[in-house]
């Protein structure tokens, strides 16, 4: 996989969903990532967003988890982060949002 590029998985966990993201999230990537993450808000489940493989991720990739994290707010199933890579927690700490998405340690059985 190029490095500028981006992957997205989606899985079944429990009773939720795993979207699994690795390498560049930035505005090209971020389509995807977007149309990902809403289709897995429209079930019942928890979603949880796994960025360990996150490489690289600007300010339009964080508002796509925020957006994400808002419709929850609305109605939609709950976002949860789940291991965020070094570039994704600097991202976090340095724009102050850590507080407002919920990271959880682990993925149910």
């Given amino acids: 996989m190029p490095e500028e590029q981006v992957k997205v998985e989606?899985?079944?966990c429990g009773d939720g969903i795993v979207?699994?993201?690795s390498?560049?999230?930035d505005a090209l990537s971020l389509p995807d990532v977007s149309r990902e993450l809403t289709d897995a808000q429209r079930g019942s489940g928890t979603v949880y967003v796994d960025l360990a493989e996150v490489?690289?991720?600007?300010?339009?990739?964080?508002?796509s988890l925020?957006?994400?994290?808002?419709?929850?707010?609305e109605g939609a199933a709950p976002i949860?982060?789940?291991r965020p890579s070094d570039a994704?927690?600097?991202l976090l700490e340095v724009s102050g949002v850590g507080p407002v998405l919920t990271e959880v340690p682990d993925l149910p059985a």
């Fill in 19 to 21: 979207v699994r993201v």
């Fill in 66 to 73: 925020l957006a994400a994290n808002e419709r929850s707010r």
């Fill in 55 to 63: 490489t690289f991720m600007d300010s339009r990739g964080l508002g």
């Fill in 88 to 90: 994704v927690r600097r």
């Fill in 23 to 25: 390498g560049v999230l």
């Fill in 10 to 12: 989606v899985a079944e």
């Fill in 80 to 82: 949860r982060i789940y």
